[in-house]
């Protein structure tokens, strides 16, 4: 896949860039480097979890916005709230609130991506009751673990569950049926869904695994909240919209999403580091006697997600309050089948990020001298250089990406001779550059 054909929600404002090296230590896949002063991204590598937008200091990285003004172009609006949202709200003890303010900002209703989320997790169960499963179960809801999995897990990919996301699941029924009861036509309908994280608008904007999704637009929830909550504190009745219970409504922090499966053997883990952990282990068949495993990116899970508003723990907190005012499910499936729509159209496929040539003798060539150049590395992996370790410094140098004066301890004044690590001559910019001592010699 080409470069261009990547969409990304994730930008970068250069202006706001100081070229500190915060993003480049934390991003899972080693795709943003710094040169010359400012941070870029390696588009083919970027899986749009969000945490160069939590990690920058200088707010340089952002999500992508769109205008609200887009609901504008549908004659009917359905606003697609994730559970995370009601979390973000304090002393809330009726869902009712929340969804009726929605109606007052313009939509004409409203669809909780909770109900998706009950209905994916009966699925699940039916999907876990197949002899030929294998196991242990990787949940798909969270995109950014997914597209982290086809980059740098491939051999996982077998064990990930091949169903909608809640939130594709959720807009599908959504359209549905409003067609049904409106009598228009698909393409008249906007499903706009209220993300906590820029995942789910790269999954919205480019599915990997379906060939469009069934979401018209998406709102971040910080952008949201302000006018959201101005509505609520106007309302003086409220309408019933709400349709899930707590199964559904308990997706939206770690944990909840293997509860509704009623197992016991399972493994939910939530940050970025840990899940790569967990993945690590589990390619290395140290997990095989779980059934099922429930990743997500962020710390928390989804309550976490860059585009919150709320600490993720207060968030889980005001969740768990709200939990006791609701029953246990709403949704059912209507058969003991998992119906052909909530299936991936295409499976899942890998993504060879760290092909140096598509020569196999050139790119033996290179990983051979991307080898020798990272002997020469000091090994610190400092990130100093704009390149996230040594070794992707290395391959940098050989995809002509950087040169190893980059490292800093190719460039430091040589008049005493002092800390020099000496270059392999294949290796310099130019020999005529350095006419210190080398080595202390």
């Known amino acids: 896949m080409a470069t261009t054909d990547f969409f990304h929600s994730v930008r970068l404002d250069e202006e706001k860039c100081k070229g500190c090296i915060n993003c480049i230590k934390r991003c899972p896949t080693g795709a943003i480097r710094v040169r010359r002063g400012k941070a870029y991204i390696i588009s083919e590598r970027c899986i749009d979890c969000g945490e160069c937008i939590r990690i920058c200091p200088n707010h340089a990285k952002y999500a992508e916005k769109y205008s609200f003004n887009e609901i504008l172009d549908y004659k009917y609006r359905i606003a697609l709230p994730a559970p995370t949202l009601y979390g973000q709200f304090n002393n809330l003890d009726d869902v009712d609130y929340v969804l009726t303010a929605f109606l007052r900002l313009g939509f004409d209703d409203v669809f909780e991506v909770s109900v998706g989320a009950e209905l994916i997790s009966e699925a699940t169960r039916l999907y876990m009751k197949k002899k030929d499963t294998v ?29 909608n996301a809640p939130m594709e699941e959720a807009a599908r029924l ?28 790269t999954a919205i904007k480019q599915p990997i695994c379906n060939g469009k999704s069934h979401v018209s637009g998406v709102f971040g929830i910080k952008d949201i909240y302000p006018v959201l909550l101005g509505q609520m504190d106007k309302l003086t009745e409220t309408v019933p919209l709400k349709n899930s219970g707590l199964m559904g409504v308990g997706w939206a ?12 053997r399972y493994l939910a883990a939530d940050g970025i580091e840990n899940v790569i952990q967990v993945l690590e282990e589990l390619e290395n068949e140290k997990l095989n006697d779980l059934d099922f495993i429930e990743l997500n990116a962020c710390a928390g899970g989804c309550v976490g997600g860059p585009l919150t508003v709320e ?34 159209e295409k499976p899942l496929e890998s993504v060879n990020i760290m092909k140096l040539d598509a020569d196999l003798r050139t790119a033996m060539q290179k990983m051979q001298k991307m080898n020798e150049i990272e002997k020469v590395l000091p090994g610190l992996d400092c990130g100093t250089c704009g390149a996230p370790s040594c070794r992707d410094l290395a391959e940098d140098i050989v995809r002509g990406k950087g040169a190893i004066e980059d490292c800093v301890f190719f460039t430091r004044d040589k008049s005493d001779g002092r800390n020099f690590i000496p270059i392999p001559a294949p290796f310099r910019k130019s020999d005529s550059e350095f006419d210190g001592k080398e080595d202390g010699k």
């Open 135 to 163: 196991r242990p179960v990787i949940s798909s809801a969270c995109p950014a673990v997914v597209r982290l999995i086809r980059v740098r897990f491939p051999n996982l990919i077998p064990n990930v569950l091949d169903l």
């Open 174 to 201: 959504a359209r549905e049926r409003a067609v049904e009861k409106t009598g228009l036509p698909p393409e008249d309908i906007g499903v706009f869904f209220i993300t906590p994280c820029t995942a789910k608008i």
């Open 253 to 264: 922090s770690s944990g909840g999403e293997s509860a509704a499966l009623l197992k016991e």
């Open 311 to 344: 600490n993720p723990y207060v968030a889980k907190a005001r969740l768990q309050h709200l939990r006791k005012y609701l029953p246990v499910s709403c949704n059912h499936l209507d058969a003991e089948e998992i119906p052909v729509a909530m299936r991936w």
